[in-house]
């Protein structure tokens, strides 16, 4: 089990972590067909080599991570808070 | 069962002369020996009396007393004695007590132990079974694949009779449970290997400011020191006390590093600690520094496995550690310095040196003969040479498997005859010290894993940050060369613990299986307890020289996890699950409430009578402890768009002081979970989700929070276990509840079915109170802070004394929702049940623009193919069908299934709830329900809900 680098709690065992998948983009629901729907629920690619996840630090700070990995080396270039990175402001109101 | 004839007498391995009898091959005392002669310890071994010392392993007592056959062998129940005298023996796997697989070599003795040697029969000394040397045919390489294949259907017979010839020992089914420990350590530094290197890279480590665990399979450390002269037993004494000395070292030993996963995170199980049987330590380390020593490798000849045919560091184990003479008269083959010195050993221990053949001279062995035991061994140039013991040094395998799951491939090494980590392939944490990572004086190998030390320690941030400070300079070892011996080319074994022989490579090489991952499985040849630690490079070389390819060329198989076989006990420990219990948990077992484990709950199923529990409710008053429902509190302007998205249902007008039923799906449309939500205030909301729920709810709700809309102003706060909450049901309970509160009114006009209000019971504050109806009855569920559980609760049962008030459980609950047709989450739907499948499809509005999982519902609606959620009344209404009973349609196929089942105490007849395909999915149906024992009923479709279809009771 290798070690996150969660910004908020420092290096801890994946195991403390829930893997969310690569991040992947909702389609409109509005105008989706069942093949875009379902790529987006089941057809994820499976790099070799530097991919975007989520990962969820359950026992932890419960914050949702995004997390650049190395798949074939585990090696891990960046763990950034998810809402934090996207909205600023309401993640500090949320905290 | 022993047919031989047993002394009465203890054979006794105290010495000549001792009280218990003789003890033929004890030595005289020995400098260095780790017996304890003062004291004896007496043992069984087949039902006969031994004794022997503290400090003695099961093998070296035995050998004392003069025995040299501990096991018959895997597939030809061949007489097997000492080869290693260390853990790795493979003719030393005996069953001890109840526990099966001991390595007797390894184990010490202790007093009462009764170990016996596995799967022989009638006898160790007369095996029937070996007579499957006679029939080798049978057995033939890769016989798993060949033979007692056809006829197919025979194969449970075959499994049947192969099983008995298999040497496994057994666990008998009245084995009292072992207790299995776990540990989590974070140690600087992990060093593996307990022998001069590792204690110099301990100490050096932890001068250096590390924390360090230093780990040793056997029981001392010092590694081959233990069993060399007064010099290395005197640099023993140095490292030794230098350890001791040395603040921050904790030492383990009977403790092996069983494995290296990414970022150094180290199993180690830890034997011989005081009142447990195995600890798992599971540490995560800055460095591991892989210090395992060599292992001496046996050679390959003609009669190689006969015992009294053992490596020279065995001899030495068991003169110098044990005082135990191995044999009377030896051969020793030698290529090595370490070959030299058993020569010195045996001649010190007074046992004849008959012959020493110099393997560095050309010189060599082809054979040893004899029928129980080496009785004579034929050397290469045709002599003849009566003898007991044949000591083999013939080299050394790297025991590699810990760099190889570092990522480091281990490269041959022709010059020294053994494979060598590729240094270049090793990340950054992991260092090797050692035998493993090169040859040198004991001064040089110190030196080295000093400096290995240092910089391990460096590399932890042992002394600031990890690498601070500037690298150590580690000097490099020298590699000595060494002759390659593998086989002597007249056959033998490879691997003795599979009795694998070197005909058996050749053959699968004639028959296509040449690459070695091929070959390893085709003759399993390294696959049995040792795990390739003695044969693997016999095996590549046999390999190489069958194909005509190098042994680099031919290259070698990968070392996984575990480095030395794991126990069940160990792996499985002791949960660390944390169990959670409500506040009125003391009162519920004081009550002779029957415990329920519902996820990490426990929690009443019943207090005796779940009928009367349930009667209780529909005509008086019941209570019920509900404290592990999921609850969330949910505050911000956003609250009501994050309802709208999370349920199937709409949220926007939700008045203050309102309670809705909501269901929500995944992105596939499968129900996720259900429950009420209640609007507390203007932008205030309590969400409650199902027991078993609650983490994946929460988990759920930040998700989507978190990452698909991080604008969105909500703060989510879990309040489960802030409240305990209890259900008050039935006719009766709106006058318990009013006893108790004075500041809500609770009359119907005031505070309806399907409200919320906040107010105080039984004088205490904040409590909230909803008025819903699980159970179909009028009821009030109160959440109250959770210090005050227990008060509120006995003060409901005392101030409804009169009123009949009676406590229930999950099971009455399970009864009374299942007469009122309410499914529950995971019981009436499971991981394929979208939501129209669950009967909630008046609760499901597709007109909302957006919710989770809407566009799989709407195909489904518009499919209209999927299963239905129906009620189910068996005709013979005294039958209640099992749940998970299947429903057959007309031809016999499968059209669904029975999810609840239950007799109703209300109705006196079974009801149930079913899934069902839409065709029969109407009421009034009548379909087949098969029972377990196969025989069939028919049931009628009804409504789902079985009592009070208009809700009548609950809107009082």
């Not at chain 2, 009785?375 to 810990?402: H, I, K, N, Q």
């Not at chain 2, 990490?600 to 209570?623: F, K, L, M, N, S």
């Not at chain 2, 005050?788 to 009374?816: K, M, S, T």
Request: glycine share 10%; proline share 7%.
């Amino acid at each position: 089990m290798m070690l996150l680098p969660c910004p908020w709690c420092g290096p801890r065992h994946a195991g403390e972590f829930r893997f969310h998948g690569a991040a992947g983009t909702r389609p409109d629901p509005a105008t989706t067909t069942p093949e875009q729907w379902r790529r987006y629920l089941y057809v994820h690619d499976n790099p070799r080599g530097w991919q975007t996840e989520s990962w969820y630090h359950s026992a932890g700070c419960r914050r949702f991570l995004t997390v650049e990995r190395n798949t074939l080396t585990h090696e891990v270039r960046s763990a950034r808070d998810t809402q934090l990175d996207a909205a600023p402001n309401a993640a500090e109101d949320a905290r | 069962m022993s047919i031989l004839p047993t002394s009465r007498r203890a054979r006794s391995a105290t010495g000549a002369g001792g009280a218990g009898g003789p003890a033929p091959m004890r030595l005289a005392p020995r400098e260095g020996e780790v017996i304890d002669r003062k004291r004896s310890v007496e043992f069984r071994w087949n039902g006969t009396p031994y004794t022997g010392h503290p400090g003695d392993t099961i093998v070296s007592a035995l050998a004392a007393a003069g025995e040299r056959v501990f096991s018959r062998s895997y597939k030809y129940h061949r007489p097997r004695g000492v080869l290693t005298a260390s853990y790795l023996d493979p003719g030393a796997m005996v069953q001890v007590g109840d526990e099966p697989n001991v390595r007797a070599a390894h184990r010490l003795v202790a007093a009462g132990m009764d170990v016996r040697s596995q799967n022989t029969w009638p006898s160790l000394r007369y095996d029937v079974k070996a007579v499957n040397g006679l029939v080798e045919r049978f057995l033939a390489t890769g016989f798993y694949y060949k033979t007692f294949i056809k006829p197919e259907p025979l194969w449970p017979l075959y499994e049947k009779v192969l099983r008995t010839f298999v040497h496994a020992g057994e666990i008998p089914p009245d084995s009292a449970p072992g207790c299995y420990d776990q540990r989590y350590a974070h140690p600087d530094v992990v060093v593996a290997g307990g022998g001069p290197a590792g204690m110099a890279a301990a100490v050096a480590a932890a001068r250096a400011g590390a924390t360090v665990m230093l780990v040793e399979e056997e029981h001392q450390l010092g590694g081959h020191l233990r069993f060399g002269g007064p010099a290395e037993r005197a640099r023993l004494r140095e490292l030794a006390a230098a350890v001791a000395a040395q603040p921050g070292i904790e030492v383990l030993t009977d403790a092996v590093v069983e494995a290296r996963y990414d970022d150094n995170w180290i199993p180690i199980v830890a034997r011989s600690l005081p009142g447990i049987d195995e600890r798992l330590i599971k540490a995560r380390a800055g460095t591991l520094v892989v210090a395992p020593g060599l292992v001496e490798r046996p050679y390959v000849f003609a009669g190689n496995d006969l015992p009294g045919v053992m490596l020279s560091t065995a001899a030495r184990r068991l003169i110098n550690l044990y005082a135990v003479r191995p044999g009377h008269r030896a051969v020793v083959l030698t290529a090595n310095p370490e070959g030299d010195a058993a020569v010195a050993d045996l001649e010190s221990a007074g046992v004849e040196v008959a012959a020493v053949v110099d393997a560095r001279r050309g010189e060599t062995v082809t054979a040893a003969h004899g029928r129980h035991g080496v009785r004579a061994v034929e050397l290469g140039d045709g002599r003849r040479v009566e003898a007991d013991l044949l000591v083999t040094a013939v080299g050394w395998t790297a025991p590699t498997s810990l760099l190889n799951q570092s990522g480091d491939q281990p490269v041959y090494d022709p010059r020294a005859a053994r494979f060598r980590p590729d240094p270049a392939r090793m990340p950054d944490d992991v260092l090797a010290a050692g035998g493993i990572a090169g040859d040198g004086d004991l001064d040089q190998l110190v030196a080295h894993a000093d400096a290995v030390g240092r910089e391990a320690a460096r590399r932890a941030g042992a002394a600031g940050g990890a690498g601070a400070g500037s690298a150590v300079a580690v000097p490099s070892l020298a590699v000595d060369e060494h002759p390659e011996l593998f086989s002597a080319g007249t056959g033998g074994f490879v691997d003795l613990s599979e009795d694998v022989s070197a005909k058996d490579i050749t053959t699968a090489v004639a028959e296509g299986y040449d690459s070695v991952e091929l070959a390893k499985r085709y003759t399993t040849a390294t696959m049995g307890p040792t795990q390739g630690k003695l044969e693997t490079v016999n095996t590549v070389a046999i390999l190489a020289a069958a194909t005509g390819r190098s042994i680099a060329e031919t290259g070698t198989t990968t070392w996984r996890p575990m480095y030395a076989p794991i126990t069940l006990g160990a792996l499985a420990g002791r949960p660390h699950q944390p169990v959670r219990y409500s506040p009125m948990q003391p009162w519920h077992e004081r009550h002779g409430a029957v415990p329920l484990v519902a996820g990490q709950w426990i929690r009443p199923e019943h207090y005796g009578d779940p009928a009367a529990e349930v009667t209780a409710v529909r005509t008086g008053v019941g209570i019920i402890d509900v404290t592990p429902i999921g609850k969330l509190d949910l505050q911000g302007p956003d609250v009501a768009k994050l309802l709208e998205l999370l349920y199937v249902n709409k949220w926007q007008k939700l008045g203050i002081g309102r309670v809705r039923y909501g269901v929500m799906c995944a992105e596939d449309g499968v129900v996720l979970d259900d429950g009420v939500t209640g609007r507390l205030g203007e932008q205030h909301y309590l969400m409650s989700t199902t027991s078993s729920g609650a983490a994946t709810v929460w988990e759920w709700v930040e998700n989507w929070l978190q990452t698909a809309h991080p604008d969105w102003r909500v703060h989510v706060t879990p309040v489960t276990t802030a409240y305990a909450s209890i259900n008050i049901a039935g006719p009766r309970s709106r006058d318990l509840l009013a006893r108790l509160t004075t500041d809500v009114d609770l009359s119907a006009e005031a505070f309806g079915y399907m409200n919320v209000r906040t107010g105080t019971v039984a004088g205490i504050a904040d409590c909230v109170l909803w008025r819903i109806g699980f159970t179909g009855e009028l009821s009030y569920e109160i959440h109250v802070p959770a210090s005050y559980g227990l008060h509120v609760w006995q003060r409901l049962l005392d101030a409804g004394a009169d009123l009949g008030v009676r406590p229930f459980g999950v099971e009455a609950q399970r009864v009374l929702r299942l007469e009122k047709g309410h499914a529950i989450v995971g019981q009436d739907t499971d991981g394929l049940t979208q939501a129209f499948s669950a009967g909630v499809d008046e609760l499901i509005k597709l007109d909302k623009p957006d919710f989770l999982g809407k566009p799989e519902l709407v195909w489904q609606h518009q499919r209209g193919t999927h299963p239905r959620l129906v009620g189910l009344q068996p005709l013979d209404g005294s039958i209640v069908p099992p749940e998970a009973s299947q429903i057959l349609d007309r031809a016999g196929g499968i059209a669904g299934r029975v999810t609840s089942s239950r007799m109703s105490p209300t109705l006196g007849r079974a009801i149930g709830l079913a899934q069902l395909d839409p065709e029969l999915a109407v009421v009034g149906t009548h379909v087949t329900v098969r029972l377990p024992d196969g025989s069939d009923v028919t049931a009628e479709v009804t409504e789902r809900v079985h009592v009070d279809p208009q809700g009548e009771r609950q809107r009082v």
